[in-house]
């Protein structure tokens, strides 16, 4: 089995925020793959199905963003995965432009709450990743305040290509090919930018 998990708040005040992106591409494959994200165990909605062959658990915590280890750290405990080849986490950041992804196949928690939690409470900082771009925050304001608004009309249509995209890179990392993914979509958020 492998876990694709999505990060936000679980608040219906928070729905369709920029720190809720990780949520929205879990929900888009779920969409795609007819699986329903229903079931609460492990301090997460969770829904089990197959996507192009290989059985997935998409998860999305309820513990709030920065508690988002607990959650993961259960279902990695439980499903006796591997964090560091058989988990996927999707997360928004601000460093990415609206509409761009990053893959990664590790990495530092880079300032992000979710992340830090994930890495505190499975012990390693070796997992894949997806980032989505949500845009940096505009000078003056409050960190928090920005992560938790919502995006501008224009902004909303390039992060759903995001998700679009981010989808796409979770299928080709959940079958074993997370290089051809960093290759793929690495690449095509440079071509974007130049």
Known sequence: MFLIAGLGNPD???EKTRHNIGFDAVDALADRYGISIRE??????????????????????QTYMNLSGE????????????????MLVIFDDISLAPGNIRVRKKGSA????GIKS?????????????????GEKPQGWDLADYVLGRFTEEDRALAEDAIRDAGLAAVLMAQGFADR?????????????G
């Open 71 to 86: 959650s993961i750290a259960e279902i990695i405990h439980f499903y006796k995965l591997d964090a560091e080849s058989e």
């Open 118 to 134: 994930i890495i505190a409470c499975t012990g390693t900082q070796n997992f894949m990743r997806i980032k989505i771009g949500v």
């Open 40 to 61: 609460k165990k492990h301090k997460a909605l969770v829904g089990t199905g197959m996507i192009e062959g290989t059985k997935v658990l998409l998860a999305k915590p």
């Open 12 to 14: 219906r005040r928070y």
């Open 110 to 113: 880079g300032g992000h709450n």
């Open 181 to 193: 993914a960093m290759n793929d979509f690495n690449a095509k958020k440079q071509e974007r930018q």
